[in-house]
Nanobody, 125 residues
Framework: QVQLVESGGRLVQAGGSLRLSCTTSGRTFSNYAMGWFRQAPGKEREFVAAISWKSTITYHADSVKGRFTISRDNAKNTVYLQMNSLKPEDTAVYFC??????????????????WGQGTQVTVSS
């Protein structure tokens, strides 16, 4: 099991940028696919982005493609979500998730084994 600790969520104005970080524990991090999901009030958890264990494969939801970028630094046991051109509809709790070891990146929440606590992102208009 991987423990995930998230940071970076805050209030930001529309059009602004924000970078979320998720730091993981354990030596297995480099063998885990990682993902970001978000959940707005009254809505189902939504896929945002995913990345394979060596960053050779990345997926981004259509709603964030071109604005958000997932990346990872295995030496720091950290996965990032760089969010640019933020919109009010991006307001949600953002969750980091881990899948593995040696499992592929996935857009499906049920495929992930471990989850962070979530960090609130609020985008004002």
């Amino acid at each position: 099991q991987v423990q995930l600790v998230e940071s970076g969520g805050r209030l930001v104005q529309a059009g602004g940028s924000l970078r979320l970080s998720c730091t993981t524990s354990g030596r297995t991090f480099s063998n885990y696919a990682m993902g970001w999901f978000r959940q707005a009030p009254g809505k189902e958890r939504e896929f945002v982005a995913a990345i394979s264990w060596k960053s050779t494969i990345t997926y981004h939801a259509d709603s964030v493609k071109g604005r958000f970028t997932i990346s990872r630094d295995n030496a720091k046991n950290t996965v990032y979500l760089q969010m640019n051109s933020l919109k009010p509809e991006d307001t949600a709790v953002y969750f980091c998730a881990a899948r593995g070891p040696y499992r592929s990146a996935s857009a499906y929440a049920n495929d992930y084994d471990d989850w962070g606590q979530g960090t609130q992102v609020t985008v004002s208009s």
